[in-house]
């Protein structure tokens, strides 16, 4: 088993993370009381799903003999707030993902749908949001 850790310190709103030897900064806008000094915990989410997305991307890429140049994501979360303030008929995550992948490539589009189909099965952050019913909604295109 592999373990990870966080260490975290907070000062209002904002806080300071140290992972390994890596500092983040996490903290909420103004219009929720932070001091915007770094994206929000959702934000850190997806973009933990497209580094998740990525990283095991590659890593399938070599195991098909993918030819895998590139691949950027964009990725947008819908979430509904009346969840996080106390709601209790509403959940407090996202409703649905929506990610748009850019897979610069020679390959066909059967490929890329064989490649997509594996990210989508292996990667940790998708399958823990698929898991907890988010409606994950996937577009995987040549560039």
């Known amino acids: 088993m592999m373990k ?16 390994g030897k890596h ?10 009381g932070g001091k915007d000094q770094g994206p929000n915990p959702l934000q850190t989410s997806l973009a933990a799903l497209a580094s998740c997305e990525n990283v095991t991307a590659r890593i399938v890429a070599k195991e098909m003999k993918f030819d895998l140049k590139d691949i950027d994501f964009k ?5 509904d707030p009346k969840g996080f303030m106390g709601d209790p008929n509403i959940r407090p995550y996202f409703q649905t993902v929506k990610v748009d992948a850019e897979v610069e490539t020679n390959e066909s589009e059967d490929r890329i749908k064989e490649l997509q189909k594996k990210v989508e099965s292996r990667c940790p952050v998708y399958t823990m949001m ?3 019913n988010v409606n994950m909604v996937d577009s995987w295109k040549q560039v």
């Open 130 to 132: 698929a898991a907890a």
């Open 4 to 19: 990870f850790k966080v260490d975290a310190k907070t000062e209002g709103l904002t806080l300071h993370a140290k992972a």
């Open 75 to 79: 990725i947008t979360g819908e979430f």
């Open 23 to 32: 500092e983040l900064v996490l903290d909420e806008g103004s219009q929720m």
